[in-house]
């Protein structure tokens, strides 16, 4: 397995009028190739802000962030859409567009200007279609479906995009327990099968280190990384997750509750 993302100090947050805010600094991590990573903390740590600041959807406000090697701010727009997919927890606005051709803008990356499919987008598209299995809404338009269907399409259609990284905002978070769980298994397979670099936010923690390869845990001012086992074994965890009525134990990895 090989880094392909590498954190540097990194700081991020917003800049409005001259100010800056900023959410987190002096970040160190790292994605691997071929890992399944969960990213985990309380609401309103700035799980979104890194989500969004590694897609370069918004800038760092310090540090590097490292692709391969390669400065995050040295790709192109049209360089980046080959390298990163990105589902984020904003519901897709979008009308009189059926589940088929919402997977198929996953493919606009390399349809060129009039967004003409090929045979392969089309197979690679029923592929995807399949694989997250769907495929009985691929003829629904995309505005009747259920928070949990849309989830489930805009999975595909970042599957559709075939970028070697995705980054994953809360793809589980309209989904009943069953759809979590086959959700976080079929992008562990991604990851493993594949060899993609895979980065999701969560609030499912018991599920994530279950399925997790490395942990992501955002607090105030700290980044830890590691495996479900070695975070426990560090006590990082069970700071996270224990409050009154609440107990994690370390070896297990299980997570109780008073009554």
């Given at each position: 397995m090989s880094d392909t993302i590498v954190l540097q100090e990194l700081s991020i947050g917003y800049q409005t009028k001259g100010h800056e805010r900023i959410v987190a600094s002096?970040?160190?991590?790292?994605?691997?190739?071929?890992?399944?990573?969960?990213?985990?903390?309380?609401?309103?740590?700035?799980k979104s802000t890194l989500l969004r600041t590694l897609s370069a959807f918004q800038p760092k406000l310090g540090g590097r962030i490292l692709m391969?090697?390669?400065?995050?701010?040295?790709?192109?727009d049209r360089?980046?859409?080959?390298?990163?997919?990105?589902?984020?927890?904003?519901?897709?606005?979008?009308?009189?567009?059926?589940?088929?051709?919402?997977v198929a803008m996953g493919r606009s990356p390399y349809t060129g200007f009039w967004g003409t499919l090929n045979d392969n987008d089309r197979?690679?598209?029923?592929?995807?279609?399949?694989?997250?299995?769907?495929?009985q809404l691929?003829?629904?338009?995309?505005?009747?479906?259920?928070?949990?269907?849309?989830?489930?399409?805009?999975?595909?259609?970042?599957?559709?995009?075939?970028t070697p990284v995705i980054y994953l905002d809360e793809p589980t978070a309209f989904l009943d327990f069953p759809s979590k769980v086959e959700s976080m298994?079929?992008?562990?397979?991604?990851?493993?099968?594949?060899?993609?670099?895979?980065l999701l936010?969560?609030?499912?923690?018991?599920?994530?280190?279950q399925v997790a390869d490395c942990i992501w845990l955002m607090e105030p001012g700290a980044l830890s990384m590691g495996t479900p086992h070695e975070l426990a074994a560090q006590g990082v965890l069970g700071r996270?997750?224990?409050?009154?009525?609440?107990?994690?134990?370390?070896?297990?990895?299980?997570?109780?509750?008073?009554?």
């Open positions: 002096g970040l160190n991590a790292m994605l691997r190739q071929g890992e399944l990573t969960c990213l985990l903390g309380s609401n309103g740590i700035g391969r090697g390669r400065d995050i701010t040295e790709y192109t360089e980046l859409s080959h390298e990163i997919g990105i589902v984020l927890t904003e519901k897709p606005d979008v009308r009189n567009l059926t589940v088929t051709e919402m197979q690679i598209v029923d592929s995807v279609i399949a694989q997250v299995g769907i495929d691929k003829d629904r338009m995309v505005h009747t479906l259920s928070d949990g269907e849309r989830q489930k399409v805009m999975i595909a259609k970042v599957l559709a995009q075939q298994q079929l992008l562990r397979r991604l990851a493993v099968e594949e060899q993609k670099t895979i936010s969560t609030h499912d923690v018991e599920l994530s280190l996270f997750i224990e409050r009154d009525g609440i107990h994690f134990d370390s070896q297990s990895l299980i997570i109780s509750v008073s009554r």
